[in-house]
């Protein structure tokens, strides 16, 4: 298990999670390299401490430069469009393509870093609302849990929309509640770029698929209980540990299962 301080390599680095993931990382103690697609942008959003990488996760070859020498990868990815801003091209692909590159990486070096990896609350709906978005999400934690490399998945509420009075922090799993609104749940931002880097260096988070919501209480003064008391998802399994099995590989698209195939593959290799 990874130990402090990490180079933690952001990607999603200039969002409005990933913003907040660069400023806790950085306040952990972690050297932060942040994957940008301007580099002007990400000069005036994040703070000077974070090292700019310039890259674009649909562009493959743009990738080997932030991923080298990273002992952790948070990714908080974020798609608005259709063609290479889709969520199948940056929320899916965009993953696959970080794994792909780290693989290539693995093969001289031993790289192996951690990962953390947001998706949303509701991954696990069947629908074709906000574009299939969710089903791609799911699809990226697939190709996580395939890698073999040890991973936390956050799938959090709705940003920002709890009360007050609601900080205290609940992880919940099996994905059961997907009505596709706040009503689901509600998590600061903040807590959300907490948990991802907490996660990085929770022994007790590896392997875990997790809801993120906030409840009315006091916010944790720790999460590693939190963490300790989630099952592990299965060993092998693509989906989360009590995910209802309402995807089965065999109608998945061919690219999909390809892409799956090749994951497997390096895995084992
Ligand atoms: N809103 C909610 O309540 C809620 C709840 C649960 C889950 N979510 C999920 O959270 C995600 C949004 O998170 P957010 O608010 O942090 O997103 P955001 O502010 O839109 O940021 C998205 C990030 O992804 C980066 N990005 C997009 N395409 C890229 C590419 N091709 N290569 C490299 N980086 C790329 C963006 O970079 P640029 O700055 O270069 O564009 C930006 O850093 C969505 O997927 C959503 O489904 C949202």
Known sequence: MATHPLTVLVIGATGSIGRLVVAEAIARGHTVRALVRDRAKGAQRLPADAELVVGDVTRPETLHEAVAGADAIVLTLGSFGTGASSPEAVDYAGVRNVL???????????ARPRVALMTSIGATTRSSSYGHLLEWKRRSERLVRASGLTYTIVRPGWFDMNGPDEQRLVFLQGDRRRSGGPADGRVARSDIARVLVAA?????????????????????????????????????????????ANMPLDTEPQRVRDDLDAVRARAAA
């Open 200 to 244: 990085l260096t929770a022994p007790e988070a590896a392997g875990r698929t997790f809801e993120l919501v906030a409840e009315q209480g006091a916010a944790p003064s720790d999460l590693g209980p939190l963490f300790a008391v989630l099952d592990q998802d299965p060993t092998g399994s693509l989906d989360a540990v009590r995910d209802e």
């Open 100 to 110: 792909t590159a780290l693989a290539s990486l693995a093969s001289l070096d031993g």
